[in-house]
């Protein structure tokens, strides 16, 4: 076979292979020893600032626990006392479903959708892919967010007010 017989094909490359970012020079300090050892300082001096106010300041203690003496009111954790908030509000059964087992399965379900509401951000279109969106563009993220936010707020308030007394259902 001569070389005037074979067929030169040109195959063409698609174009998103064509387009190449250029690789930037990264002209800042090494991982290692710069960036490990300016962490791990300000990590000291982090710790050592806590020791030195926990030395300085100790927290009270108050009086020793006693199991025969019940504290009242009795409050959960910071972070969950907006749960404790909806289960004392929520006071309606719904169909067969016990109030009290909405009150446990609500905040299941509220804490589910926050754990899927950056996915949901991503699904949405306007941005390429690996580009970040700008929260102009999330509108229906950032509202159920805040939506989110404000609710447990209320019922944190909610759960403090109806156990001081100052309001009844």
């Known amino acids: ?21 250029p690789v930037k ?14 962490e791990g300082a300000s ?16 927290a009270p203690l108050g009086e020793e626990a006693n199991p025969n003496k019940t504290l009242h009111p009795i409050y959960p954790e910071w972070y969950l006392l907006s749960v404790f908030g909806f289960v004392r509000f929520w ?16 905040p299941l379900v509220i804490g589910i959708a926050l754990l899927l509401l950056p996915f949901y951000d991503t699904w949405n279109k306007g941005a390429g892919e690996g580009q970040l969106k700008h929260i102009r ?27 001081k007394g100052l309001l009844t259902l």
Not at 25 to 38: D, I
Not at 91 to 106: E, M, N, Q, S, T
Not at 146 to 160: P, R, S, Y
């Open 137 to 163: 563009r999330r509108k229906k993220g950032a509202a159920i967010s805040i939506l989110i936010l404000i609710a447990a707020v209320v019922m944190g308030a909610m759960a403090v007010i109806l156990e």
């Open 91 to 106: 006071v309606w059964d719904i169909l067969i479903i016990p109030a009290k087992l909405i009150g446990l399965i609500a």
């Open 25 to 38: 020079e990264y002209s800042g300090s090494r991982f290692w020893p710069g960036e490990v050892l300016s």
């Open 1 to 21: 076979m001569s070389e005037e017989d074979k067929i030169v094909v040109d195959i063409e490359e698609p174009e998103s292979e064509k387009i190449i970012p």
């Open 43 to 58: 990590m000291l001096l982090t710790i050592a600032a806590m020791f030195l106010l926990a030395a300085i300041l100790p």
